[in-house]
């Protein structure tokens, strides 16, 4: 099975990353764009996606500072 | 008294580290694929990349073999030292508390700067005073502490930059804490790279010289 997941910084922690480009679309005349946060995604093929949320705690994430999704895609990639 | 100082690869300040602790003890390169901690007295974890920093600083390095000795010396009660890089592998490691993040900037920064004494009576502070200002310099990307509320009680602050020497965020100008015990330490500032007046202060050799006191 191939899983997804996605890791973003734990909300009301600083992320400057999520600021610089909410500062930028502007730049470009995107407007009326707010609360942009940046994270990570990994795919991986596993064949125990039971493991996954384990894999995520002990490793993929820091639960300290980071929320996880973990997302089962289906053979054409979709969620 | 021996040191014993890790090198994994990607490491850069192991041998700025293994000098430092050489003005006051004997001292080893520890091989991060080794279990074994050759009996040595203090552990330093130094700075540098370790395996790349690849997903995040200090998470691979944190499973190393060695790494499971330092977490079982540092639980039996050895000293464990983390400077940057290092610091952020204990943190990874649930040695310490919190985490490090990148900088509110996003720049790396290098400078020097002025640190305070919180808390003299660690076996890493012990050659200072309370209130003691330290000149370290620092150099790091990822180096914004973070602890979530609750979780760093005051006494475990040993270090905080000095009114405007935050060079990254850290929450409540954090530049160095302890583990409950008081005997595993990390801090941000590289107290190697100022053991010797030449390259402008010698103040980070207290840190060795205190840990150089723990009775061999």
Redesign the interface.
């Known amino acids: 099975m191939r899983a997804r997941v996605l890791i973003r910084p734990k909300e009301g922690i600083l992320d400057p990353q999520g600021q610089a480009v909410e500062r930028a679309l502007p730049a470009l005349g995107f407007d009326g764009v707010h609360n942009v946060h940046v994270g990570r995604l990994i795919e991986l093929d596993v064949e125990d996606a039971s493991q996954v949320p384990q894999m995520c705690e002990r490793l993929l994430a820091n639960p300290l500072i980071e929320d996880y999704e973990v997302v089962e895609l289906n053979r054409n990639g979709s969620a | 008294m021996k040191f014993g100082v890790v090198r994994f690869p990607g490491s850069c300040d192991e041998v700025d580290a293994l000098m430092a602790c050489r003005r006051f003890a004997e001292a080893d390169l520890l091989w991060h694929g080794d279990r074994d901690l050759s009996g040595v007295d203090a552990v330093v974890v130094p700075g540098g990349f370790s395996y790349g920093d690849y997903?995040?600083v200090g998470?691979?390095a944190r499973?190393s073999p060695l790494m499971e000795s330092v977490i079982e010396f540092a639980r039996d009660g050895g000293p464990v030292l983390g400077i940057c890089n290092g610091f952020q592998v204990l943190c990874?490691a649930g040695l310490l508390p919190?985490?490090l993040?990148?900088?509110?900037?996003?720049r790396f920064v290098c400078r020097q700067v002025e640190v305070m004494v919180e808390n003299p009576g660690t076996p890493f502070t012990r050659a200072c005073e309370e209130g003691d200002t330290l000149s370290i310099p620092v150099k790091h990307t990822t180096g914004?502490y973070?602890?979530?509320p609750g979780t760093l009680p005051d006494e475990q602050v040993v270090l905080r930059y000095a009114a405007g020497h935050n060079p990254n965020?850290s929450m409540d100008d954090v530049a160095g804490v302890c583990n409950e015990d008081g005997n595993v330490m990390g801090l941000m500032p590289h107290p190697e790279h100022a053991v010797d007046p030449l390259t402008g202060s010698a103040d980070g050799g207290r840190l060795f010289e205190s840990l150089a006191m723990v009775p061999a």
């Open positions: 997903l995040r998470a691979i499973f990874e919190g985490a993040l990148p900088n509110d900037s996003l914004r973070y602890a979530p965020g």
